[in-house]
């Protein structure tokens, strides 16, 4: 089915969707920079020797929540977690 953005963004909100953009941050020459992931060397033989976090939003009715996660990489249990609004 062919369709153009007025027709997607009209029909967006019927299914609670927003878009979003994002700015990408940059580096001085305009590039982004580079950061080694040591993590992913690392042979892990047992719990408590990574641990791995993530953070992200949740779009509630009312406002945005920022959920962030500390995970154990050799179990793959939840170590902490904080769920918390602006």
Do not use: C
């Amino acid at each position: 089915m062919l369709v153009n953005h007025k027709r997607v963004a009209r029909i967006m909100p019927d299914d609670n969707l927003i878009a979003a953009t994002r700015e990408w941050p940059r580096g001085r020459r305009g590039h982004m920079e580079v950061h080694v992931n040591l993590a992913g060397r690392m042979k892990v033989t047992g719990i408590n020797q990574l641990w791995v976090a993530d953070i992200t939003y949740v779009r509630l009715n009312w406002e945005f929540v920022y959920l962030a996660v500390v995970l154990d990489r050799f179990s793959r249990r939840v170590v902490g977690w904080a769920l918390d609004g602006l």
